[in-house]
């Protein structure tokens, strides 16, 4: 029997022992031109996008025009 996180004995005490998580393997694949790939691959390309054109709104020039105007 368990309660929060406890183990009781048959006496009805608690046990310092931990409960055991319940373990499973996750078998999707997580490389090659899977959905979670190209769903992270978007989320990356949009926050670069709009990373550029913060960028641009704070300058005023464009990402070539404010790396050679360094």
Do not use: C, Q
């Not at 790939?37 to 054109?53: P, Q, T």
């Not at 464009?62 to 050679?68: A, H, K, R």
């Amino acid at each position: 029997m368990t309660a929060r996180g406890y183990t009781t004995d048959e006496f009805n005490k608690l046990d310092n022992f931990a409960v055991e998580p319940k373990v499973y393997v996750d078998s999707t694949p997580r490389f090659g031109f899977t959905e979670y790939a190209e769903k992270l691959n978007g989320r990356l390309a949009m926050i670069g996008f709009v990373s550029l054109v913060a960028l641009e709104l704070a300058t005023g020039h464009g990402l070539i025009g404010w790396l050679t105007s360094l």
